[in-house]
């Protein structure tokens, strides 16, 4: 199996009936680039900034974010790379930020509304992504946008950043791509709107299962609950995907759930464009898709959305052999 995969590694991920989709790699740090090439990465699907963040005692300067983002994109050689800005909170703390305790840190202050909030921190962010925007083929996302406000909030301070650039001379690329995470339900449900106005969509399940379902993520005693074949998640996901194609934008997906081998003949089904997970599940996801048919899988997938339960949902892809 491994000398299959081996030999799929430059080959450009189509299903069985020649649909071609993007297999991504989530990454955390520049040195991760190298797994995700040689495991015939298509792109960075989601590279998490926080990690640049963590494990210092104070913020990372613009200079030393800008030569990580910049690493990331020249190794890249001209793939897509996907850089989501600062997801903190929740469950990734930072100790130099002095913030107070929360009740409900998942449902809290983290990520985006943290970044509107302190918008020196978010403005620094911008300015060293868009400078390092010149090196290879940057897509910036937004995490855990709620509302169509804080997206357009954290669009104008990024317009307002390439502006001042522009005038100090600085080069800034003219095609980044703008999209957001999906992984509140919120989001999910008015995707048509955020679709008139977004580049793209890149569904975080690991955090919209865990906000649908209501059931933390980290507590094991509601882990029963984190259920991506429930077929409430499956009907949000297709919202999703539709919306952004009505709209001509992508969808893709960076939750867990994009690398599961009983997901994505569903996903695939569902017309998911970009499925970006880790870097060791790319050839076996590849070497999956290459033998299933999507319209084959889209017949799968409208049976699934009518099913009531999970347990069913899982029995329907072990009845094709998956
Ligand atoms: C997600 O929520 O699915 C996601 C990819 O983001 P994170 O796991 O970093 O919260
Ligand atoms: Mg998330």
Same mark, same amino acid.
């Given at each position: 199996q ?5 030999k799929l590694?430059k080959?450009a ?7 071609? +989709?993007e ?7 520049p040195? =991760? ?8 990465? $298509?792109?960075?699907?989601l590279y ?6 963590m494990?210092?005692?104070e913020l990372p ?12 994109l020249?190794k890249?050689?001209?793939?897509p ?6 997801d903190?909170?929740?469950d ?9 305790k929360?009740m ?7 990520a985006?509304r943290?970044?509107? =909030?302190r918008? =020196?921190?978010f403005?620094?962010q911008l300015?060293?992504l ?9 897509r ?15 669009k104008?301070?990024?317009?307002d950043e390439? $502006?001042?650039?522009?005038?100090e001379?600085? %080069?800034v ?8 995470m ?6 999910a449900v008015?995707?048509d709107q955020f679709? /008139? ?5 890149s569904? *975080?399940t690991n955090d919209?299962?865990?906000y ?6 980290m ?17 949000? +996901?297709?919202m +999703?995907? =539709?919306a952004?194609?009505?709209?001509g934008r992508w ?6 759930m994009? *690398? ?11 017309g998911?464009?970009?499925f970006?997970?880790?870097?060791t ?6 070497s999956?898709?290459?033998?299933l048919? /999507? ?5 799968l997938?409208e049976?699934?959305? %009518?099913?009531q339960?999970?347990? $069913?949902?899982v029995e329907?892809?072990r009845?094709i *052999?998956m």
């Open positions: 491994i000398a299959e995969w081996k590694q080959v991920t189509q299903s069985k009936d020649g649909v071609h +989709v297999l991504a790699a989530n990454i955390g740090t040195n =991760d680039v190298n797994g995700v090439l040689e495991n015939g990465g $298509e792109g960075v699907g998490r900034t926080e990690f640049l963040y494990g210092r005692t300067s613009e200079d030393v974010q800008f030569n990580a983002y910049k690493t990331v020249e890249m050689q001209g793939k790379v996907v850089v989501r800005t600062l903190i909170g929740g990734k703390e930072l100790p130099y930020l002095d913030m107070p929360e409900n840190p998942f449902l809290g202050f983290r985006i943290l970044c509107l =909030d918008t =020196d921190i403005r620094t300015r060293a868009l400078r390092a925007s010149v090196y290879g083929n940057l910036i996302m937004f995490p855990m946008i709620a509302t169509l406000n804080e997206f357009r909030q954290a104008a301070l990024l317009l390439k $502006e001042k650039l522009v005038s001379g600085v %080069q690329s003219d095609s980044i791509q703008l999209g957001i999906v992984e509140i339900p919120s989001t008015l995707a679709a /008139k106005e977004v580049d793209f969509f569904i *975080g919209l299962i865990q649908t379902m209501a059931a933390d993520r507590n094991e005693r509601v882990s029963y609950l984190y259920q991506p074949y429930n077929p409430s998640i499956l009907r949000l +996901v297709k +999703v995907i =539709d952004a194609h009505k709209e969808a893709g997906m960076c939750g867990e994009a *690398g599961d081998a009983t997901a994505i003949p569903l996903l695939l089904g569902l998911l464009d970009e970006s997970m880790s870097a599940s790319i050839l076996p996801a590849r999956q898709i290459m033998k048919s /999507k319209a084959e899988m889209a017949s997938s049976k699934a959305l %009518q099913m339960t999970a347990e $069913e949902v329907l892809v009845s *052999g």
